[in-house]
């Protein structure tokens, strides 16, 4: 697994269920994949010890670490809220 990019929360965030990751506004969250298809709004990613997915419109990248991005084709049923 290749970390992507780093960024900040700019709001708390408290997923649907344990496929998500939660976290605060201020906190780090690391980013590892961005997902393809029909679940683009979404990444998945670390804070802390925790890795799930989160809207990827709630963070501030702050610091790339790769040049290349690993993409995810997603299945839309994998996302049913």
């Known amino acids: 697994t290749v970390l992507m ?3 900040r929360a700019m709001q708390d965030f408290r997923g649907p269920d344990c496929r998500f990751v939660n ?3 201020g906190e780090a969250v690391y ?3 961005k997902l393809i ?3 683009t709004e979404l ?3 670390s804070v802390g010890s925790d890795f799930g997915y989160f ?3 709630l963070l ?3 610091h790339n670490y790769s040049n290349e991005e690993l993409e995810l084709p997603t299945d839309v049923s994998l996302f049913i809220f």
């Open 5 to 7: 990019c780093r960024g």
């Open 31 to 33: 980013v590892y994949y």
């Open 23 to 25: 976290f605060k506004k």
């Open 43 to 45: 990444w998945a990613g």
């Open 60 to 62: 501030e990248i702050n």
């Open 55 to 57: 809207p990827k419109d």
């Open 37 to 39: 298809g029909k679940s």
